[in-house]
């Protein structure tokens, strides 16, 4: 059974620094992409971080230059290093893994969300 596990959410003050983790187990298939998505009260579910599995990555620009997205591909988990955290990065974060079970099938796993607080 897959599973990804969160940690790293919690209460901090603005301009403080975070790092999430998400260890994925129970993968039997390659991991191909893995991503951090948010949620805030109200407002969709929208992507901030991207990286491919060769190491690319790509940011939401409202997190560009403040936040870092890495990986462990040994231990199947992705992280998102948050500096300079402003009061409208509140949010439920949630880590997806994008697996190839085929060359053209892709199958997509969250998260259970782990929620960031940043206080004004």
């Known amino acids: 059974q897959v599973q990804l596990v969160e940690s790293g959410g919690g209460l901090v003050q603005a301009g403080g620094s975070l790092r999430l983790s998400c260890a994925a187990s129970?993968?039997?298939?390659?991991?191909?992409?893995m991503a951090w998505y948010r949620q805030a009260p109200g407002k969709q579910r929208e992507l901030v971080a991207h990286?491919?599995?060769?190491?690319?990555?790509n940011y939401a620009d409202s997190v560009k230059g403040r936040f870092t997205i890495s990986r462990d591909n040994a231990e199947s988990t992705v992280y998102l290093q948050m500096n300079s955290l402003k009061p409208e990065d509140t949010a439920v974060y949630y880590c997806?893994?994008?697996?190839?079970?085929?060359?053209?099938?892709?199958?997509?796993?969250w998260g259970q969300g782990t929620q960031v607080t940043v206080s004004s």
């Open positions: 990286i491919s599995s060769g190491g690319s990555t």
């Open positions: 997806n893994v994008v697996v190839d079970a085929t060359t053209s099938i892709k199958y997509a796993y």
């Open positions: 129970g993968i039997t298939f390659s991991i191909n992409a």
